[in-house]
């Protein structure tokens, strides 16, 4: 795509897309690095670092409130190794035997993939967002971007072809679903003023 062939609210917003991609990148690699230092502390043991509780025995009574809870303490524990999963191998590339240390060493192609994704996932989040504009701001001549975070606070100041100024602010909401957890929005709404 040509600037020529660009919107102006592509033009306003793209550039900070470039940035969006960048802090992707600098998160992922913090994050990558944060896991190397628990594992480092923990001689790269995995079982050190993330334990994971032992099953439910065979035969329990799987109604039971005990069974329950650790079947729960297991999924969190699981949840919690999870993140090191992709980014960390062990050397063999086979998990040891029950009761064995689980040494792993980083896994380069892995932390790439996983930067990789997070870099795409916020050009495509950002990609997103500038079709969601040009379609709700629609034939415009000119767009002006006002703030320092598209989702966090701004204000798209767009003029149409009969000269007339519309602004759009997006801002993150916080919202819950009916099973009670919390998520984040990001509408765009036209409003009539700065």
């Known amino acids: ?29 913090e994050q990558i690095a944060a896991l190397t230092a628990e594992l480092e502390a923990g001689g790269w043991d995995l079982n050190v670092v993330a334990p994971l509780p032992p099953r439910p025995p065979v035969g329990m009574n799987a109604n039971s409130g005990e069974f329950m809870m650790m079947r729960m303490e297991r999924l ?29 060493k980083p896994y380069e192609w892995g932390q790439e993939r996983y930067i990789r994704e997070c870099k795409e996932a916020a050009d495509a989040a950002y990609e997103k967002y500038i079709c969601k504009l040009e379609k709700k701001c629609g034939e415009v001549v000119s767009a002006e971007l006002e703030g320092n975070h598209l989702w966090g606070y701004s204000h798209l100041t767009v003029v149409d072809a009969d000269g007339n100024e519309t602004v759009y602010r997006t801002q993150t909401i916080w919202n819950m679903s009916r099973y009670g957890k919390m998520f984040n929005q990001y509408p765009t709404r036209k409003v009539k003023s700065k």
């Open 1 to 29: 795509m040509t600037v020529a062939t660009k919107s102006p609210v592509r033009i306003a917003v793209e550039p900070l897309k470039a940035e969006a991609i960048a802090k992707a990148e600098a998160s992922a690699r």
């Open 76 to 104: 969190r524990a699981e949840q919690e190794r999870e993140r090191f999963s992709g980014l960390f191998i062990p050397p063999g590339g086979t998990e040891p035997l029950r009761g064995q240390p689980y040494i792993v």
